[in-house]
């Protein structure tokens, strides 16, 4: 194989403990599983999820849940981000739950919803106040099963957005609950606010994406202490195609961006930008080969990456490195790569570096 990611679903199924354990039996958790599970693949996560006990899932878009369901899954699916008029009668049709964020959409619901606030992110979400609100849930017949909102600044501890944002959504609950409306979900928190313990953010419902695939970003500010242990369940590898010498003064790759300043061992691995490696990792970044750090040199290409093995020299065609995940060098110790690195290197967040891992690398699941 050219590049592949390996997922540990035994992991996924710790980091969906470790989430369930910090929040509590009395919170129920809602993993996240858009984007083909940040990349992991959504029906075997969602699968091993269900294994787990878990009773709800969430996607963004119709199509993401029809697959799901096609695939088996059984679970309660939220459809967070899509109630455009032409994706409706899928929403019925395969028992999904939809998200409406605005009241010109209420009278179309006619499946139990989940409404969303928007409370200070300026994104998705109604801004209507607590009176206008109850005024058109209850002009509709179907079921206000949940309300919900979601934070711009979750990890940023010296920002007051956060609070605000809670502000607001308490506000606006506590105005339907006075019009006798009664949610059964009240939910806002992603990763953070579980991670770092910001119970009055839990009300009775988490979304946890990121940490069901092992990652939590480092907060900003005074964070409470990390009350979450997770580790990523993706490790990322690439094979050897090409390893040559060049002489002091050769260039690499377009553009000549980097001139081989000594005599260089290179090796050429079969991936590039097309299979998710950012292009600003380029000179920049790193992978493990045979245990050790091996800096990418030259530009990023399609389909190739060069990298720097002087310091491994007994590295061969066919061999794998990895580009995201951990090797044990030969004196034991454990070298590794997380999206969180890569992400800084390159100038972008771990989410994107996950979520930029394309089709057509290969998926093989490990237990
Ligand atoms: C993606 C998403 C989440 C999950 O966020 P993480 O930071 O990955 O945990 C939660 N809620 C909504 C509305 C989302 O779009």
Known sequence: M???????????????????KVVGSEVEVMAVVKADAYRHGAPEVARALEAEGANWLAVSNVDEGVYLRRQGIRARILVMADFLPDERAGLEEFGLTPVIHSLEDLPAARVPYHLKIDSGMGRLGTRASAEEIARAVQAVPANLEGLMTHFASSGNYESRQTDDQLAHFEGVLSGLRAAGLTP?????????????GRKAAWWNLVRPGHAIYGYVSPARGSAPRRQLVVKPALS?????????NLEAGSLIGYGGIHRAARPMRIAVLAAGYADGI????????HVIARGKLAPIIGAVSMDLTTIDISASPEIRVGDAVTLLGSETDVSGSVVSIDAQQVAKVAGTISYSVLCGISARVKRVYVD
């Open 2 to 20: 050219r590049s592949w990611v390996e997922v540990s679903l035994g992991q996924i199924r710790a980091n969906y403990r470790a989430v369930r």
């Open 184 to 196: 059964h979900y009240i939910h806002a928190s992603g990763t953070i606010p579980v991670a770092y």
């Open 278 to 285: 950012p292009h600003r990792l380029g000179n920049r970044g």
């Open 236 to 244: 990322w590898k690439a094979t050897v195609l090409a390893v040559k």
